[in-house]
C-alpha cells in the first residue's frame, strides 16, 4: 500500500484453470467495521465454478481511529493497481469485472470511477449491489424528490435507518467527497464500463407480502363459509336419513374445504429436500 502496509487477498480457481479465464474482484460487505476476505467465500465458490472465472477477494483495513476515511479506498484501489493487475495469472481482455455488495458496491462504484481516469486499467463491467452511491445529506437537489428510499425503508428489519446512520457515522465520510459519494463524480459518468445495479428491492417484497396476506385472509373467510356450508350439509344429511327419505344428490359429497387445501398442499410441498453442490476450485492468499 501506499504507507507500506502489506495487505492480503484471497482468490479461488476454477478447476482445470489454464490461465485464459476471465478476472472477477470481489468486494465484502459489513459497513467498513466488519468481514475480511473470507467474509463472502461461499458466493466467491460459487461464482468462481459458475462464472469459470478466477475470483479474487480483497481485504482492506477496516474502521478504526488510525485508519479513517478514505483508508479503506485507498487499500483498495492500490490493491487493484498493484497485485491484482501484475501478479494474478488470468486473461482480463476476456473480463475484468469489480464487483461487491452494500459497502462493497460503494467501493466498486468509487474503484470504477478511478479506473476509468487513470486511463490504463481496463474494468470490462461493474457489478453493484445495494450499493451506497450517496450519503443522504449530499443527494443533489435535482434528484431529492426521487430519493425515496432512505426513508420508506427507515424501519427495514435487516438494515434500518439508525443502523445504517450509526455505521455511516463511524466511517464518518467526507459527504462531498466522490470518493464515497461516487454519484458526486466532479467530471461526470461518462464512458464507465457496463454497470449492473441490484436494489434491495424491499418495496416490492412488502407489496408482495402485503398480496400473500390479503389473499390467505380471503382463503380464511372462503374456509369459514366452507365449513358452515358443510355444518349445514351434515345436518341436512342426518335429518333425512331419520326421516327415512332419500339423500339428493347435490347433498352426498362433502363440501371441500380450500383452507385445509390449500395447508394440505403446502405441506406435502415442503416434504421435499433440496440438494447441495460440491465445491471445487482452489483457493490462495
Known amino acids: 500500500m ?3 502496509y502489506i495487505n492480503t487477498s484471497r482468490a479461488w480457481w476454477p478447476s482445470g484453470a489454464t490461465g485464459k479465464e476471465p478476472l472477477v474482484v470481489w468486494y465484502h460487505g459489513g459497513g467498513f467495521c466488519l468481514g475480511d476476505a473470507a467474509f463472502e467465500e461461499e458466493l466467491c465458490q460459487r461464482l468462481c ?3 469459470n472465472a478466477v475470483l ?3 481485504n482492506y483495513r477496516l474502521l478504526a481511529p488510525d485508519y479513517p476515511f478514505p483508508t479503506p479506498i485507498n487499500d483498495y484501489w492500490d490493491s487493484l493497481q498493484l497485485r491484482l493487475i501484475l501478479e494474478l495469472r488470468v486473461d482480463k481482455k476476456s473480463g475484468f469485472i469489480l464487483s461487491g ?3 462493497g458496491g460503494n467501493i466498486c462504484a468509487v474503484l470504477s470511477h478511478l479506473a476509468r481516469d487513470a486511463g490504463n486499467i481496463n474494468i470490462t463491467g461493474v457489478y453493484l449491489g445495494m450499493p451506497i452511491v450517496v450519503r443522504p445529506r449530499a443527494v443533489p437537489e435535482i434528484h431529492q424528490a426521487s430519493y425515496r428510499s432512505y426513508e420508506e425503508n427507515k424501519d427495514a428489519p435487516c438494515l434500518s435507518q439508525a443502523d445504517l446512520q ?3 457515522g463511524a466511517y464518518n465520510p467526507d459527504s462531498e467527497s466522490p470518493l464515497y459519494s461516487a454519484l458526486l463524480w466532479p467530471n461526470g459518468h461518462a464512458d464507465l464500463p457496463p454497470t449492473y445495479f441490484q436494489k434491495l428491492a424491499a ?3 412488502r407489496k408482495q407480502s402485503q398480496a400473500r396476506n390479503q389473499a390467505q385472509k380471503q382463503l380464511h373467510r372462503a374456509g369459514i363459509e366452507a365449513r358452515k356450508q358443510e355444518r349445514l350439509r351434515k345436518k341436512s344429511v342426518a335429518q333425512l336419513r331419520t326421516m327415512g327419505l332419500p339423500i339428493p344428490p347435490e347433498l352426498e359429497d362433502p363440501i371441500t374445504n380450500p383452507e385445509a387445501e390449500s395447508e394440505s398442499q403446502y405441506e ?3 416434504e421435499g429436500g433440496s440438494g447441495s453442490g460440491r465445491r471445487s476450485g482452489s483457493e490462495r492468499e
Do not use: F, M, N, T
Request: glycine share 10%.
Open 2 to 4: 501506499r504507507d507500506g
Open 49 to 51: 465454478r459458475g462464472l
Open 56 to 58: 479474487v477477494s480483497v
Open 101 to 103: 455488495s452494500s459497502v
Open 166 to 168: 450509526l455505521v455511516i
Open 203 to 205: 418495496k416490492e417484497a
Open 268 to 270: 406435502s410441498a415442503s
